[in-house]
Antibody, heavy 122, light 112 residues
Framework: QVQLVESGGGVVQPGRSLRLSCAASGFTFSHYAMHWVRQSPGKGLEWVALISYDGSHKYYADSVKGRFTISRDNSKNTVYMEMNSLRAEDTAVYYC???????????????WGQGTMVTVSS | DILMTQTPLSSPVTLGQPASISCRSSQSLVHSDGNTYLSWLQQRPGQPPRLLIYKISNRFSGVPDRFSGSGAGTDFTLKISRVEAEDVGVYYCMQATQFPHSFGQGTKLEIK
């Protein structure tokens, strides 16, 4: 079945780095744009980044621009988020999400992983 | 950046009664291609979000027809015709017309 599984979360000190992974299965990964969305404890959703189906286009939220880097390896069906210079306010559950892909643009997220928790604390 | 504002933030509803959530954007969500990329998502407790509605009013596959979306420009509404117990959770609107994409603060739907 169609599935996204995030990994790589954990507890990290402020200023350190972490790399998240999102492994996809059950669909042709290389056909889909992928996003990262985060949710701070007890808070709402915040869009973080997008990578196009072939990795040629990337967009970021202002809050992570210059610190986070999204990438993908279509041979491994995996999207990554390299997070540097982490701050306390980056503490959140990080979800990867698939963007709906059809003949016409939809720009909605139809498949979500269960999320991986990142805690930035000294 | 586009700011998305939802009202109410909390909505106690009686089972079988309708519910309505409003979402307003700080600028028009009409894309240069003529489409409006406004979607609605549901997040049940302890679960990731789930897509309900895309492009204002299109129900996603498997979503019950008691859910409907409407609106245009900067004002949008999600309606549930008859609330069921499984509808409890937090509802978010999201705009993908412009980068950075953005979500509303969320509306918590609970049963009276």
């Amino acid at each position: 079945q169609v599935q996204l599984v995030e990994s790589g979360g954990g507890v990290v000190q402020p200023g350190r780095s972490l790399r998240l992974s999102c492994a996809a299965s059950g669909f042709t990964f290389s056909h889909y744009a992928m996003h990262w969305v985060r949710q701070s404890p007890g808070k709402g959703l915040e869009w973080v980044a997008l990578i196009s189906y072939d990795g040629s286009h990337k967009y970021y939220a202002d809050s992570v621009k210059g610190r986070f880097t999204i990438s993908r390896d279509n041979s491994k069906n995996t999207v990554y988020m390299e997070m540097n210079s982490l701050r306390a306010e980056d503490t959140a559950v990080y979800y990867c999400a698939r963007e709906v892909t059809t003949i016409v643009l939809v720009k909605a997220f139809d498949v979500w992983g269960q999320g991986t928790m990142v805690t930035v604390s000294s | 950046d586009i700011l998305m504002t939802q009202t109410p933030l909390s909505s106690p509803v009686t089972l079988g009664q309708p519910a309505s959530i409003s979402c307003r954007s700080s600028q028009s969500l009409v894309h240069s291609d003529g489409n409006t990329y406004l979607s609605w998502l549901q997040q049940r407790p302890g679960q990731p979000p789930r897509l309900l509605i895309y492009k204002i009013s299109n129900r996603f596959s498997g979503v019950p027809d008691r859910f409907s979306g409407s609106g245009a420009g900067t004002d949008f509404t999600l309606k549930i015709s008859r609330v069921e117990a499984e509808d409890v959770g937090v509802y978010y609107c999201m705009q993908a017309t412009q980068f950075p994409h953005s979500f509303g603060q969320g509306t918590k739907l609970e049963i009276k």
